[in-house]
């Protein structure tokens, strides 16, 4: 998800400036702007392709939209836009349509969302009414931000200029206190784009520059090579200073890994990350397992805001052995809805697996009720929880990521826990019990 524009002129390249002339001013038909499928970034053709549509009768342009989402016919173009994408409704005032789109829309970001963008301008703006677009979701709209307003020219006029502009690129490293990631920007040039994944992890060798940003990479390590292949898993060969340096705790642990695959995986082409060491896989790092593909953690990237009201907390998951919990950082709020120990399970429910870790709770649990008095939080969850039943490992853990949790709040001691009001339903392990955290709960 590279954040910059001068490689979108780049690559449109010729594609626009062949396929903007070819206008159906009566609209009776239109050109839908795609990907090509097999057009390289360097290549000269530039990546968009138009493919002709007639308009049905008294179409509207949520409709059309709607059509126009949908995979291309011809195997040569694929669609930029995410799946599941729709338009929920659009505003023509002064030849600005305003197109408010899904909340799939947000999922794409830098050079995915740069090519959505230009495809969607150069398609709509075919139409006589229609001079420029401004694209709305419910995020952006909530933001209270102005969306831009894109106009066919401007991406032509980035493309007929684009020569030696400088690209952004996005990198994290860890905050002061090693919990959680937080971004910074590098700015360089490159003749190639191949060339910008080995940047960035340079960049995160050679360290943070901004104050409170602590390095992340163990110190003397030096990459040996890097490959990205077709499918997107960029490799990433490290020094063994990488391994024999590596962080003594499980948080640091987390930083180091994810800054460097969340740093990666800013780039469009970075779909996964693999990690070598001297040219061999390592396996189990401190506690994550090297061996797999890494992917990209959202929830690892956060900045604790106190002034409004967000408490830095800990969630408890299964950990990357299977056995044991591992911590997870998350920043929650309290409101005068939900209490700081609801705001806590809430995040621990909605706790999605990732490199590793699992969410023991079962999935589709809420949280019904908490009480807390004298140290003892009394918390009852929906009939969801009772998934876990009968799988006597599944009920350890489902007990104890919610007694972790709960007991990593000053205020708690204890935990005892309900379904449905009831203390039943659980064949291995009473609920019918105060649960307190053991040291030998944890990953070390």
């Not at 967000?310 to 929650?332: F, H, K, Q, S």
Request: include cysteine; proline fraction near 4%.
């Amino acid at each position: 998800m590279l954040r910059f524009r001068s490689c979108l002129a780049l690559l449109l390249a010729a594609a626009l400036t062949a396929c903007a002339a070819s206008r159906s001013p009566e609209n009776a038909s239109v050109q839908l702007y795609y990907q090509q499928a097999e057009t390289s970034y360097a290549s000269p053709d530039g990546v968009l392709a138009a493919a002709y549509m007639a308009l049905p009768e008294d179409v509207t342009y949520s409709e059309f939209l709607n059509l126009y989402f949908s995979q291309p016919v011809e195997p040569s173009l694929r669609s930029p836009f995410p799946k599941g994408l729709r338009c929920d409704w659009t505003y023509l005032e002064g030849g600005v349509l305003t197109v408010y789109l899904s909340e799939e829309y947000d999922s794409l970001s830098g050079l995915d969302r740069s090519l959505a963008a230009a495809c969607l301008t150069l398609t709509l703006t075919q139409f006589r009414s229609v001079h420029g677009v401004c694209l709305e979701t419910e995020k952006s709209a909530a933001s209270g931000a102005e969306p831009a307003l894109l106009r066919e020219q401007d991406f032509v006029r980035q493309d007929l200029g684009a020569v030696n502009t400088e690209t952004a690129v996005r990198l994290y490293f860890s905050d002061a206190n090693g919990r959680y990631l937080v971004s910074t920007e590098r700015k360089n040039y490159f003749q190639d784009p191949a060339q910008i994944p080995s940047y960035v992890v340079q960049q995160l060798i050679d360290g943070p520059a901004e104050e409170g940003q602590l390095a992340v990479m163990p110190e003397g390590t030096v990459m040996r090579s890097l490959t990205l292949d077709e499918d997107g898993i960029c490799t990433v060969d490290l020094s063994s200073e990488f391994y024999l340096n590596r962080p003594n705790t499980e948080l640091l642990e987390r930083m180091t890994v994810l800054a460097l695959v969340n740093s990666l995986t800013e780039l469009s082409q970075v779909q996964s990350v693999r990690i070598l060491v001297e040219g061999q896989a390592v396996g189990l790092y401190r506690q994550m397992d090297l061996d797999r593909e890494l992917v990209r953690d959202e929830s690892a990237i956060a900045v604790v805001r106190a002034g409004r009201n967000e408490t830095d907390a800990t969630i408890y998951v299964r950990g990357y052995d299977g056995v044991r919990l591992a911590a997870v950082p998350v920043c929650i709020r309290e409101t005068a809805q939900q209490s700081l120990p609801e705001a806590l399970l809430a995040a621990l429910t909605g706790f999605r697996g990732v490199n590793g870790l699992e969410n023991p709770v079962p999935e589709g649990t809420w949280v019904q009720q908490v009480e807390q008095e004298s140290g003892v939080c009394r918390v009852d969850m929906s009939a969801q929880f009772l998934d876990c039943a009968g799988d006597e490992t599944r009920e350890l853990m489902a007990i104890r990521a919610v007694t972790a949790t709960l007991a990593s709040l000053d205020e708690v001691t204890f935990v005892k826990i309900s379904v449905n009001g009831q203390h039943t339903g659980f064949q291995y392990y009473s609920l019918d019990h105060l649960y307190r955290p053991s040291a030998s709960w944890f990953s070390s």
